[in-house]
């Protein structure tokens, strides 16, 4: 028996499991450990707050972007038939692949000064690149496909049977939408409009090339980490720690109440 | 009252199919797999279009090729319950059975989910969700659903197929009660002739997107039409002979090695024919009652294989002199119930005298290209 339990297999599987999640966890342990004492001064630099307030509300306006744009075109993917599905379906995933740094130039080449719509937008008055829309931009630009992906997801899983027996007792094909394919695929939109959220939260490298670093106006939290690796620890370290709690309650809010299906029986 | 004259190309495969049946009837749509009922169904629901055709239920013109009519499925006023039954998961009860009441006053809408919960039984259910209900609950709210907004008619498509067979054979009883108090016609698909015998007034038999033969079950069960709605329909003995003599009181066939005595039939002497006999119309005959009949084609021979469910035996049985097949092993397969079986001794017991009577010989024509398929 007891040779049994320590069989090769459980040796190599123990050691590998021990080796990866301490390979894995120990950093985040070792920025808690090394924030924990830190002062008030820390926490809540005006530098760490601004980060805070602008990483919010720009993660939530790209989130909510992505919800807004990437939804009617998930349910067309999931759906519908059209000419040069497959290419769109393809093209959803580049900025997925795609190096964030590389999409920070890509944006700056197509609405920079010089860019290829930069003139005709300096016309209209609108100058993107280094403003907080630039950091909206480059957030969705990363993180939408997360979403679209999600929600494609979610609309497929809906049995089509379900629309078609709604048809027949009298409904409207939006009517339906409201009451049987939404509420059915909310769930998958619901976590993809999440892991959209939490993406956004992180972005860095798109964000620096094409919105720059300016504390209050551009400066999100990763940018302000990066910055306060040379000026303030402190500050890098709460920033630090107020994501790596983030990222722990979105997957736990993916993980257990997505599956629930926010209570739809 | 239904009107389908429809076709469609769909790939290799082609539907065509027509089928007027009288007012308020049940029909159904019996036939293998990839048979086309389903898409005749969904033909007439309006997820598929018809290449050309029409489709009326009552005065209701659904589909008319020629006058350029295609009602949406969400105007053909049709109750549909797919064989999943297609319930909303994320609905009570109540309000599945609601749902397509919503341009109702809610007083109204009350008013009938009471009254249809009552006439299918599932009071006390309707705040639940379909997934804390059994799958013949389940049944009754899908029906209940489909019926809620007083369609024109009725679509089933294969709804007792999920079921054990006690729920299975309640609820059929129950469609059926339903079907005469609320005079609603119905277009149900199965491949259980026991269901399509059962519920049907009038049973079409469909076979690679053609309707073979439309009738009542009882006729099509003793009288098929061709050789692929005799095989649909289970007849196990089906032999190639030919009319050796017809008279007023009847005709006489050569099966193989035998002449037997047939009901009276259109064709000439000398016209291929086969001979259906279905298994459980063929008769077993003590030893001490065989030949006493002039009317009775008795076959001595015996018994050489034999199958037992447990409720049904099948015996193989084999003709000492007059045989019917001398190609195969045995003549004729002979199904009879099994307290029969054991009462007979036939375990034991391998001798036997069998009747073939006239009336359960059907006759259908036979041409050359089926003879082909038969060989």
């Known amino acids: ?265 | 009252m239904l009107e389908l004259a429809i076709r469609k190309r769909i790939g290799e495969f082609t539907l065509a199919l027509a089928l007027t049946t009288p007012k308020n009837q049940i029909v159904a749509l019996f036939g293998p797999s990839g048979a086309g009922k389903s898409i005749t169904l969904a033909a007439i629901a309006g997820f598929v279009t018809p290449d050309a055709g029409r489709i009326v239920a009552g005065d209701h013109i659904l589909f008319d090729s020629t006058q350029r009519i295609n009602l949406a499925p969400q105007h053909r006023r049709i109750g549909l319950v797919k064989q999943n039954l297609a319930l909303f998961p994320h609905l009570t009860v109540a309000q599945n059975i609601a749902y397509g009441l919503w341009r109702a006053p809610a007083t109204a809408q009350r008013a009938r989910v009471e009254h249809l919960a009552r006439l299918m039984r599932l009071e006390g259910l309707v705040t639940r969700y379909p997934a804390q209900l059994s799958g013949g609950q389940q049944q009754r709210v899908a029906l209940a659903r489909a019926l809620a907004p007083q369609p024109g008619l009725l679509l089933l498509d294969e709804p007792f197929s999920a079921l054990d067979a006690p729920t299975r054979a309640q609820l059929r009883g129950e469609l059926l009660g339903l079907q005469r108090e609320l005079q609603i016609p119905m277009v149900f698909v199965t491949h259980d002739l026991g269901e399509a015998y059962f519920l049907a007034d009038q049973l079409a038999v469909i076979d690679a997107g053609k309707i073979l033969q439309a009738d009542a079950p009882g006729k099509v069960l003793s009288q098929p039409d061709c050789l692929p709605v005799a095989r649909a329909l289970g007849v196990k003995n089906i032999l190639p002979g030919e009319i050796v003599a017809r008279t007023d009181a009847g005709c006489r066939v050569r099966i193989g090695a035998a002449v037997i005595g047939a009901p009276t039939c259109a064709f000439a002497p000398g016209t291929r024919v086969y001979a259906c006999i279905r298994a459980e119309r063929v008769m077993l005959l003590r030893a001490d009652r065989a030949g006493q009949s002039s009317d009775e084609n008795a076959l001595d021979g015996e018994i050489v294989r034999q199958v037992n469910d447990g409720m049904t035996a099948t015996l193989d049985f084999r003709a000492t002199t007059q045989r019917l097949a001398p190609t195969q092993d045995y003549d004729l397969q002979i199904e009879l119930p099994v307290y029969i079986y054991e009462r007979l001794n036939l375990a034991r017991q391998r001798a036997w005298t069998v009747s073939l009577r006239r009336n359960a010989i059907h006759l259908i024509r036979r041409d050359d290209e089926t003879t082909d398929r038969l060989a």
């Open chain 1, 1 to 265: 028996m007891l040779l049994k339990n320590f069989s090769f297999r459980r040796i190599a599987f123990l050691t590998t499991v021990t080796l990866l999640v301490t390979f894995l966890t120990l950093p985040l342990i070792a920025i808690v450990w090394r924030a924990l004492p830190l002062q008030a001064e820390g926490w809540l630099s005006d530098r760490t707050f601004d980060a805070l307030r602008l990483s919010l509300s720009t993660a939530t306006i790209a989130a909510a972007l992505a919800i807004v744009l990437g939804t009617p075109v998930a349910y067309a993917l999931a759906r519908e038939d059209f000419f040069g599905k497959p290419l769109v379906d393809a093209l959803i995933d580049v900025p997925m692949v795609l190096p964030p740094a590389v999409a920070g130039l890509a944006l700056l080449m197509t609405f920079g000064r010089r860019g290829l719509l930069g003139p005709a937008l300096a016309n209209l008055g609108i100058e993107l690149p280094f403003t907080t829309g630039a950091v909206v931009l480059a957030q969705t630009f990363v993180a939408a496909p997360f979403y679209v992906r999600a929600a494609k997801a979610g609309f497929a899983g809906v049995d089509r049977g379900l629309e078609q027996t709604s048809a027949l007792l009298g409904v409207s094909d939006a009517r339906t939408f409201w009451r049987i394919t939404l509420p059915l695929a909310a769930p998958s939109l619901f976590g993809g409009a999440l892991m959209t959220w939490a993406r956004a939260l992180g972005e860095f490298g798109a964000t620096i090339m094409f919105a720059g670093n300016f504390q209050g106006r551009t400066q999100t939290m990763p940018l302000a980490i990066y910055l306060g690796l040379e000026t303030n620890l402190d500050s890098a370290l709460a920033l630090s720690v107020i994501l790596i709690g983030v990222s722990f309650g979105t997957l736990a809010l993916v993980r257990w109440v997505a599956p629930k299906g926010l209570g739809l029986g």
